[in-house]
């Protein structure tokens, strides 16, 4: 979507490699997202942040790490990549409380 | 915990009907209640939002009506066309953060 781009969009990986997802916008949002989306389990929250290096857990943390050293970038890194963690990550990005998200277009992941 | 509920079951129904779709919660006492489209392959895009204090809502075709005792949101789309087709998701937020809890999803396919 506009303003929000992710990259890669796709990529296979091995199990046990490091892996960095990119989230780049262009909105200048405070608040930007990291969702996880897999059959069965619908979107669930991996990490956010509220600001420049402010960070938090979200409900499927385990795993994986991220970093917001700029506004417009916020970066997700599997420190160890698992099969479980094949799946399709978005992220999005809100002004805030009361806002809607804006996603972007997604990365598939496959750890192989 | 928290639980959304959306109808698993797809949702068929003829072109030019209303479509309602249904989003029920427990254990949660959101600020606002969000409605998202999602097509295949594409991350989701807000529809609406309405907040607690809200009744009901309303974006041209769409209308959502907020029930806070019943814990429940419906999702209105009047004179639907086939390219309403999609899976719509409900998304409940509390707090101060901005995160949003998804449900999973119904998807609706409106035949000509």
């Known amino acids: 979507d506009a303003g929000i781009t992710q990259s890669p969009r796709h990529k296979v990986t091995e199990t046990g490699t490091p892996v960095t997802l990119r989230c780049h916008q262009t909105e200048n949002h405070r608040y930007m997202y990291w969702y996880r989306q897999d059959p069965g389990h619908g979107l669930r929250l991996i990490h956010y942040?509220?600001?420049?290096?402010?960070?938090d857990k979200g409900e499927v943390s385990d795993g994986y790490s991220v970093s917001r050293s700029k506004t417009e970038d916020f970066l997700l890194t599997l420190e160890s990549a698992t099969s479980s963690q094949t799946s399709v990550y978005f992220c999005a990005i809100s002004e805030g409380q009361g806002y809607g998200y804006t996603f972007g277009s997604g990365t598939r992941l496959t750890v192989v | 915990s928290q639980k959304i509920e959306q109808n698993s079951e797809a949702l068929n129904i003829q072109e030019g009907k209303t479509a309602t779709l249904t989003c029920n919660y427990t254990n949660y006492s959101p600020a606002y209640l969000q409605w998202y489209r999602q097509d295949p392959g594409r991350g989701p895009v807000f529809l609406l939002l309405?907040?607690?204090?809200?009744k009901e809502k309303r974006k041209e075709r769409l209308k959502v009506t907020f029930d806070t005792t019943l814990k429940q949101s419906l999702f209105h789309i009047t004179a639907s066309q086939p390219a309403d087709s999609a899976t719509y998701l409900c998304a409940l937020e509390g707090g101060n953060t901005g995160k949003l809890i998804f449900g999973q999803g119904t998807t609706l396919q409106v035949k000509p």
């Open positions: 942040s509220y600001g420049v290096k402010d960070t």
């Open positions: 309405i907040r607690e204090n809200e």
